[in-house]
């Protein structure tokens, strides 16, 4: 599978970039400060039509190519991690409702997502089952109006913000989470729904991680995504497309922490020169963009092969947000290491991506999740049986 | 109404200007944008066609090729239909030469209203409106903080060193607006997608009916001399181990100079 970035491709970038600086990385270190929800980054991202990007044309989206996707994120991320989640979000929600929904539930809820008027979280975690997807406790009860969802989610992305929910609970609990889980709709505006507490973080501080809980919950049969029992299969689905967009963030991320330090070291002077004359210092910056650049043209690589509807979609994405992950983290380390003392302070940037990269080792899979998806693709290329814990495998 | 918004592609206001051996700016050499300055006319008319007042906007450039970026560029932001004019023979024209392209090509486009933007990044000499309005023998209405399109006329309010003007002329007419029409949108990514799909006609002189030989060269100015500003001598600094004797030595730095 073949990619080409195009002339509509850098002309987006371009587009996107202009925006990102001029408007938002002029307010990532107060979102970074406050902790609040930026929105009115929101408003301006829905205005230029940069939550749509992922949606059909006939929902009011733009349709955007992967490679253009992950380019609006990147772009998006390298000025601010917390902002680039508002598209990110609004495609992860939004996935299962695209991949299991039907036309009727896709024209009530697809425009007002595409227009970014309604905001979207995934609500699959629990605080037992994180990794370990299929030890979810949540329980959808059905009777004669349809279902009663009660129990609790954690690390809810957007939980505390999101207008809808698409939501993962036990149908019947007695065939576990594998076959047992289904997927609905739930508007937040429903009875019995709080998100009572959102987490302090270390990073992505203006992004609200909530808990959510479920007091017996009405939730009509018409919002059910797919058939009973589907939702371990819709979320599995949804995770191996969403997570390239975490991998597009994470490089952005670094980006963002190459650009910061070049501009520093470029002013910086020591011992009568500046700091980016010390062939060290310029090793450093080769080695970080090199990875970055390995990092994004993986991303590119899958996303092509996410719009070619590969069989090894998984394997792909899971490589992609592997490294890209993984070079964030090292990158925005080595940027702090090159602002020296200042690199260590909030008056500079690199000290908050550093700490935003962290979460793309961690979230939509830890990066050991993505290496047991890659491994297992490589083992059944390879035509060697996979032994172990069924569970661990089939996990995000 | 029919509004067309002249507009230039210039070098990015923070990029290094490279300049050839006879003075002209290396326009390959460095990144283009539209002109900051006429961002704002596309915004004034982009305004005036949302409320209704216009009911067509095009674009018009004079340039290179590569100016069909920046024509692209505006149509993303909104606006009909964009028209390029370019010819080899226009390499290196001057403010007499534009008008006479521009006024040729909106003889053509027979706009209501030519609208500019007060003046040109890069080059900066302020005289392609009033030369364009003088050419075609149309009212100017220069400098506009605003401009509004009702049905007494056009109005500009004019910003002066103690109050406004407000000066009206009937349609057609030349107008140029400032900064303080209020910001220029972005190009959303609808707007973006869309662009594609609108006009963009491209003409040569020849198209307009201009003999090459009869604009000599494309200017009848020339630059003889292009400078980089006088470095200053290097700021003096203060350096003293506490912060009393670093104030007594500015103090005395300040005394010496009468300023205290």
Redesign the interface.
């Known amino acids: 599978m073949t990619y080409r970035p195009t002339r509509e491709h850098d002309?987006?970038r371009a587009?996107v970039r202009?925006?990102a600086e001029e408007r938002i990385a002029t307010r990532a270190a107060e979102i970074d400060a406050t902790a609040e929800f930026p929105w009115d980054l929101k408003q301006l991202l829905a205005?230029?039509?940069?939550l749509?990007?992922s949606f059909e044309e006939r929902y009011g989206g733009?349709a955007?190519d992967g490679v253009a996707q992950a380019i609006l994120v990147e772009e998006i991320a390298r000025a601010d991690a917390t902002t680039s989640l508002i598209p990110i979000v609004q495609k992860l929600g939004s996935l299962p409702i695209v991949i299991a929904g039907n036309d009727e539930q896709k024209e009530r809820y697809l425009p007002r997502l595409a227009s970014g008027e309604w905001l979207i979280a995934f609500a699959l975690t629990e605080a037992a089952a994180g990794s370990d997807v299929a030890s979810n406790r949540m329980r959808a009860r059905r009777d004669a109006d349809g279902y009663l969802l009660t129990g609790s989610k954690r690390f809810i992305t957007h939980g505390s913000v999101a207008d809808l929910l698409t939501v993962f609970a036990l149908t019947d609990p007695a065939l576990g989470g594998r076959k047992g889980m289904s997927a609905f709709v739930v508007e937040t505006s429903r009875p019995g729904f709080a998100a009572p507490r959102v987490e302090h973080k270390m990073g992505i501080r203006g992004s609200p991680t909530a808990e959510l809980t479920f007091d017996e919950v009405r939730v009509p049969e018409a919002n059910r995504l797919g058939a009973e029992g589907e939702g371990f299969r819709i979320a599995m689905s949804t995770l191996d497309v969403s997570r390239l967009a975490i991998a597009a963030q994470a490089v952005g991320i670094a980006q963002g922490a190459i650009d910061a330090a070049l501009s520093y070291a470029a002013d910086r002077q020591q011992f009568g020169q500046r700091v980016v004359d010390f062939e060290a210092i310029q090793f450093m910056l080769a080695d970080m963009q090199s990875r970055t650049e390995a990092a994004r043209q993986l991303t590119y690589a899958a996303a092509a092969q996410v719009d070619a509807g590969s069989r090894e979609v998984a394997y792909w994405t899971s490589c992609a947000k592997l490294i890209a992950g993984d070079t964030a983290m090292s990158v925005t380390t080595d940027a702090v290491q090159i602002l020296g003392g200042y690199g260590y302070i909030t008056e500079y940037p690199v000290e908050r991506m550093m700490r935003d990269a962290k979460i793309t080792q961690l979230y939509e899979g830890t990066q050991q999740i993505q290496r047991l998806v890659v491994a297992r693709q490589l083992l059944q290329r390879a035509g060697v049986p996979a032994r172990g814990n069924e569970r661990e495998r089939e996990a995000p | 109404m029919k509004i067309v918004v002249c507009i230039k592609q210039v070098p990015a206001t923070t990029a290094e200007k490279r300049y050839t051996a006879d003075h002209r700016l290396d326009r390959a050499a460095t990144e283009a944008i539209i002109n900051p300055l006429d961002e704002y006319a596309i915004e004034q008319a982009l305004r005036l066609q949302e409320a209704g007042a216009a009911d067509l906007v095009g674009y018009l450039s004079m340039g290179p090729q590569s100016a069909a970026e920046a024509l692209r560029r505006a149509l993303?932001m909104g606006g009909d239909e964009a028209v390029l004019v370019t010819d080899p023979a226009l390499a290196g024209a001057d403010e007499w030469a534009t008008a006479t392209v521009l006024a040729a090509a909106l003889d053509r486009l027979a706009p209501d209203v030519t609208l500019m933007g007060m003046a040109s990044d890069d080059a900066r000499g302020s005289l392609v409106p009033g030369a364009v309005a003088a050419k075609r023998g149309l009212p100017l209405l220069s400098y506009g903080a605003e401009l509004q399109l009702g049905p007494q006329g056009a109005r500009i309010r004019r910003l002066t060193a103690s109050g406004h003007d407000i000066v009206g002329a009937q349609p057609p007419l030349v107008a140029s607006v400032t900064d303080q029409v209020g910001e220029p949108r972005?190009?959303?990514?609808?707007?973006?997608?869309g662009a594609k799909r609108k006009p963009l006609e491209t003409w040569s002189l020849a198209d307009l009916g201009i003999d090459a030989e009869a604009l000599r060269g494309g200017a009848l100015t020339r630059v003889v001399e292009v400078r980089a500003p006088e470095r200053k001598p290097p700021a003096e600094r203060i350096e003293a181990a506490t912060a009393e004797e670093a104030a007594s030595r500015i103090a005395d730095w300040m005394q010496a100079r009468r300023l205290i």
């Open positions: 002309e987006l587009v202009q925006l205005q230029q039509d940069l749509g990007a733009t955007l | 993303a972005y190009a959303s990514l609808k707007g973006i997608m």
